[in-house]
């Protein structure tokens, strides 16, 4: 069973540091583009982050440039959200999505994933 796990979330005061974990289990990431994706209350769930199959290519929207770091460790078949800075407009449910690609390490988006993890939630507040 294709299962996606995320992890690390957390209350933390704005300023701080979280580093959101998404490991997968029963298939392998190689293959697969991965993005992080955020939903705050009552706002549609947005892109955040993602990374190509060969780990070369990231995205960010630009709110989170510069304070956010996504990185893969396919041995571990884990992908990171290093998350710096934090705002109280980071507050949201994150998650992280995958879609299969095959035949190009070289692209991510955040349109058409193939699966989802349940989320895991992000507080920032003092």
């Known amino acids: 069973q294709l299962q996606l796990v995320e992890s690390g979330g957390d209350l933390v005061q704005p300023g701080g540091s979280l580093k959101l974990s998404c490991t997968a289990s029963?298939?392998?990431?190689?293959?697969?583009?991965i993005g992080w994706f955020r939903q705050a209350p009552g706002k549609e769930r947005e892109g955040v982050s993602c990374?190509?199959?060969?780990?070369?290519?990231?995205k960010y929207v630009d709110s989170v440039k510069g304070r956010f770091t996504i990185s893969r460790d396919n041995a571990k078949n884990t992908v990171y959200l290093q998350m710096n800075s934090l705002k109280p407009e980071d507050t949201a449910v994150y998650y992280c999505?995958?879609?299969?690609?095959?035949?190009?390490?070289?692209?991510?988006?955040?349109?058409?994933?193939?699966?989802w993890g349940k989320g895991t939630l992000v507080t920032v507040s003092s």
């Open positions: 029963g298939f392998t990431l190689n293959s697969y583009a």
């Open positions: 999505g995958v879609k299969l690609l095959r035949g190009t390490r070289w692209y991510c988006g955040f349109d058409d994933m193939d699966s």
């Open positions: 990374i190509s199959v060969s780990g070369v290519i990231t």
